[in-house]
């Protein structure tokens, strides 16, 4: 039976589970829904899927690399909500309690990150790897043995389904992305 390595993208759950899961607090007002939703998360991870490998990947607290490159890079983004910003803290803790660690690099983001772990294990013909994530980039490394697993939907997305929701294979997600424009990174297109 092959290992599975599950790779989750920081980010991109908390901003997730904080606005999948109706805002409550704590009696003294604490916000605490995004803490409650990836706790469920997580406990469903280990006991439905059973990973044997778990890597929680968040960006640099500095900015990235590629703001020196392109100054408007991310630059329409909003702050954090106020609401979110005490419960990351309290997630964190909740990881650490769980003996989960999160891997964080200076100036790169959780992308840069989870590319190197799937170029890393990719080879390992004894291991299937999970990117769990909703960024479209990461459909660029989707292979024979890695995946994209939205868990929200239990959907895992295969190499067949790339074409079906992209128009183009895994191979040319970057160039698709690149002619066409990445709204979400305010990257622009080719006109």
């Known amino acids: 039976m092959k290992q599975k390595i599950y790779i989750i ?4 759950f908390l901003y997730r589970v904080f606005y999948a899961v ?3 607090t704590l009696k003294d007002w604490t916000p605490v829904n995004a803490v409650f939703g990836m706790a469920k998360i997580i406990k469903n991870l280990f006991e439905q899927d059973k990973p044997d490998y778990l890597f929680y990947v968040m960006d640099s607290k500095e900015k990235s690399f590629r703001a ?3 100054e408007h890079y991310k630059a329409h983004r909003p702050k954090m909500p106020e609401e979110l910003i005490p419960q990351t803290g309290l997630i964190k803790t909740l990881l650490e309690k769980m003996t989960i660690k999160l891997l964080m690099i200076p100036w790169f983001e959780a992308d840069d990150i989870i590319g190197t ?6 080879n390992e013909k004894d291991k299937e790897i999970f ?4 960024d479209k980039d990461l459909y660029q490394f989707i292979s024979d043995n890695v995946f994209v697993y939205d868990t929200m939907k239990k959907k895992i997305f295969k190499k067949e389904d790339v074409p079906e ?3 183009v294979s895994a191979e040319f997600i970057v160039d698709y992305l690149a002619i066409c424009w990445d709204t979400s990174d ?4 080719i006109p």
């Open 117 to 122: 772990l799937v170029k890393k294990f990719e």
């Open 165 to 167: 929701k992209f128009w």
């Open 68 to 70: 020196e490159v392109y």
């Open 131 to 134: 990117i769990l994530s909703w």
């Open 9 to 12: 993208d920081w980010n991109n």
């Open 186 to 189: 305010n990257i622009p297109g």
């Open 22 to 24: 109706p805002p409550f």
